[in-house]
């Protein structure tokens, strides 16, 4: 079944309980992710699809599909690294959201302003996640990308 991914940089002091008791109340998931592993909005959206399409052929590693979208959003193999590497740090009032099934967020309703800047590649960012495009002519988003699909290879 295709989920509705819609991601959305977000800032403000409302804290991850209450963002994902406000979108689950909608009726929808969320996955609230640290912006400084997220180079742009297609690589949560890739990770989404990969992470539907593992466990529609059972080659799902976690028991949920919302964290085997974080294990391919961070490219990591192990769920512990993935969500540690992935939540955002204690106290942060700056987010990326990965909202599913929910057609309006109204995230000002909980304090919550909409910032596609955080949405952008930067140079910390790339270098945070590890990403060198030195010597190589590839767009560092195209690399991100890599980085959720390479997770399919390294399950094998």
């Known amino acids: 079944m295709k989920r ?3 991601v959305i940089g977000a800032k403000g002091g409302c804290g991850l309980e209450r963002i994902v008791e406000h979108l689950t109340s909608k009726g ?3 996955i609230v992710l640290n912006p400084l592993y997220v180079y742009c909005p297609e690589q ?3 990770a989404a699809e ?3 399409r593992a466990f529609d052929e059972g080659r799902n590693r976690s028991r949920t599909f919302l964290t085997e979208t974080i294990m391919y959003v961070s490219g990591e193999r192990q769920v512990s690294k993935a969500l540690k590497r992935m939540r955002p740090p204690e106290g942060s009032d700056e987010f990326v959201l990965a909202v599913f099934d929910v057609d309006d967020p109204d995230l000002e309703s909980i304090g919550l302003k909409e910032c596609p800047e955080l949405l952008e590649g930067t140079p ?8 060198d495009a030195s010597g190589m002519n590839i767009d560092l988003r195209d690399l991100a990308l ?3 699909a390479m997770l399919d ?3 094998v």
């Open 146 to 148: 890599e980085t959720v």
């Open 153 to 155: 290879i390294e399950k």
């Open 124 to 131: 910390e960012k790339a270098e945070a996640m590890g990403l």
């Open 4 to 6: 509705a991914v819609t």
């Open 28 to 30: 929808g998931d969320v």
């Open 44 to 46: 949560v959206i890739s």
């Open 50 to 52: 990969h992470a539907e």
